[in-house]
Every structure is written in structure tokens, then in C-alpha cells.
Nanobody, 122 residues
């Protein structure tokens, strides 16, 4: 079965950097669109960045110029490089991926990771 596993969250000071990783595993034919979302306490979940299977990217205005999303297709993995972090970046970050399993390769299914906590504080 397909799984989505996130890593890289933690505590960092303002102005610091952090890199999140999201790896899809299981009986996978291919991974198409991937993205990162975040949710702060008491707020709605919001889109942070997306990347298509061909490598096209899109970013929320609040992170543009500071965050970079990338992917390693050989490992079915996406990364989110976060630089110049601000306290308002504090949230649980979730990975999302559209995956075509081997057993039903003509169909794409959307998977979410469990989330990883990012805290930006002095």
C-alpha cells in the first residue's frame, strides 16, 4: 500500500533554515503533482508550494523568494527548502501527493502525510 512519510521538522530561530522531505513509498507506478500545505493553531490549512510531475512550481505569496520546492523522481520524494524563516511560518506542515499505484495505474489517488511541526522562535 502507498504511504507518505514526512521528515525534517523542528525548532529553528528566526532567520534560520530548515529542509522538509516527503517520501512516497509502496507499490507505486508514478507520482504526479506534489505539494506542501501548512496549518497554524486556530487557522485554516493553506497551500504553501506545489510542483508538477514535469517540474513546474507555484508558491504562496507569503513564502515566495524564501521557500523552494523540489523533487527527486528517482526516489519519489519532494523537498521544501525553507530559508529566512519567520515566526509566522510556525505551523504543522503537510505533504500531499497524487500517486498512481501499480495495481490501478490508470487512476490517480491523493495522499496526505501525517504532518511535521515547524516552530520558528527565538
Amino acid at each position: 500500500q502507498v504511504q507518505l512519510v514526512e521528515s525534517g521538522g523542528g525548532l529553528v530561530q528566526p532567520g534560520g533554515s530548515l529542509r522538509l522531505s516527503c517520501a512516497a513509498s509502496g507499490s507505486i507506478f508514478d507520482v504526479n503533482n506534489m505539494g506542501w500545505f501548512r496549518q497554524a493553531p486556530g487557522k485554516q490549512r493553506e497551500l504553501v508550494a506545489t510542483i508538477t510531475g514535469s517540474g513546474s512550481t507555484d508558491y504562496a505569496d507569503s513564502v515566495k523568494g524564501r521557500f523552494t520546492i523540489s523533487r527527486d523522481n528517482a526516489k519519489n520524494t519532494a523537498h521544501l527548502q525553507m530559508n529566512s524563516l519567520k515566526p509566522e511560518d510556525t505551523a504543522v506542515y503537510y505533504c500531499r501527493a497524487d500517486v498512481r499505484p501499480v495495481a490501478a495505474r490508470t487512476n490517480s489517488f491523493r495522499y496526505w502525510g501525517q504532518g511535521t511541526q515547524v516552530t520558528v522562535s527565538s
